[in-house]
């Protein structure tokens, strides 16, 4: 499934300047490490609690293929059914914080982003896409799960709106991200050019809001009002229309494990990875088509 409003995939192809380099693969390597401790700690965290917290995107795209991490990927992509994650947010200070920061829609001390985003404390990493306002830190992402309405018509007319939102987000992040460098590296393509303008007039058209709030408005206008037969992360790489599926995909989840650590997966990971990968998601691609993932520093 093509994204062509995905930085990374342009991200891979540029000369981001001085100071910005691909991790080596012992950094790789140590980074998985981390993610995995954090992940850890936070799955038996909601296990206490009663919350489920389940693999899905290109994590567990990697522990089907891969039995693991995809060797080259640089973050986790875990997800939680929505009274679950914003229980998770409640629970935070009192399980998790004396280790970990928390930026979140709706968590007193605000957000990075418009899903959950923990942090270990003890680590250092400037990722080159990182807005301004992300802590410098190692991370785990989080997707909230949201049942979507009954009706083709009310489904689509939902995902618009979710979709709009999210764009005007995501375009203010990248206005604070985007150097001479990457702005380059888009006009250098016409699709590259025409990302570039709409997200530029994007976050000059929301420049008023105040970017918590457009965070907060995003994850509002995700939210279900009770189980319906499709559910989606609006939050994910192809947003709430393209990332929508089944619900008897999500549920009822399964036991499972993840590089020796207890975890939870979908109930059909099959559909799930050929909805979003593609049939032949169990194809290893080429070095020329896999994400690079570039740096200013780390210390872990």
């Known amino acids: ?16 300047g001085e100071g ?25 965290a909601c296990e206490r609690n009663g919350l489920r917290l389940f693999l899905q995107g290109g994590t567990l795209l990697g522990k089907v293929r891969h ?21 998770l947010i409640r ?23 418009r899903f959950i985003n923990i942090y270990k404390k003890d680590s ?43 764009f005007l987000s995501s375009s203010r992040d990248f206005r604070e991200f985007c150097t001479p460098e990457i702005r380059e590296g888009l006009l250098k393509t016409p699709k590259g ?23 907060n408005l995003a994850d509002k206008a995700a939210r279900g009002r009770g189980r319906t037969d499709f559910c989606t992360s609006s939050m994910g790489r192809w947003h709430y229309l393209g990332e929508m599926q089944k619900t008897s995909t999500f549920l009822p989840l399964k036991r499972s494990e993840f590089c020796g650590k207890r975890a939870w997966t979908l109930h059909d990971e099959d559909a799930y990875l050929r909805h979003n ?24």
């Open 20 to 44: 910005v380099r691909p991790l080596t693969g012992e950094e790789l390597l140590k980074l998985q490490e981390v993610m995995l401790e954090i992940y850890g700690d936070v799955f038996d």
């Open 67 to 87: 039995g693991g991490f995809i060797p080259w990927d640089d973050d986790m992509d875990l997800g939680m059914m929505r009274p679950h994650y914003n229980k």
């Open 193 to 215: 050019t025409v990302n570039y303008f709409l997200r530029q007039a994007a976050a000059g058209l929301s420049r008023p809001l105040p970017i918590d709030l457009l965070f």
């Open 124 to 166: 250092y990493l400037d990722k080159v896409d990182m807005p301004k306002r992300a802590p410098r830190k190692v991370g785990i992402d989080i997707f909230p799960i949201d049942f979507c309405p009954d009706g083709k018509l009310l489904r689509t007319i939902k995902g618009v709106e979710c979709n709009g939102i999210v």
């Open 91 to 113: 629970i935070f200070d009192s399980e998790l914080r004396e280790k970990y920061i928390l930026r979140a829609p709706g968590y007193h001390e605000g957000t990075v982003t």
């Open 1 to 16: 499934m093509a994204n062509d409003f995905s930085m990374k995939s342009y991200l891979n192809r540029m000369d981001l």
């Open 277 to 300: 990968y593609g049939p032949d998601y169990m194809e290893i691609p080429p070095k020329s088509k896999r994400e690079m993932h570039f740096i200013k520093k780390i210390s872990l």
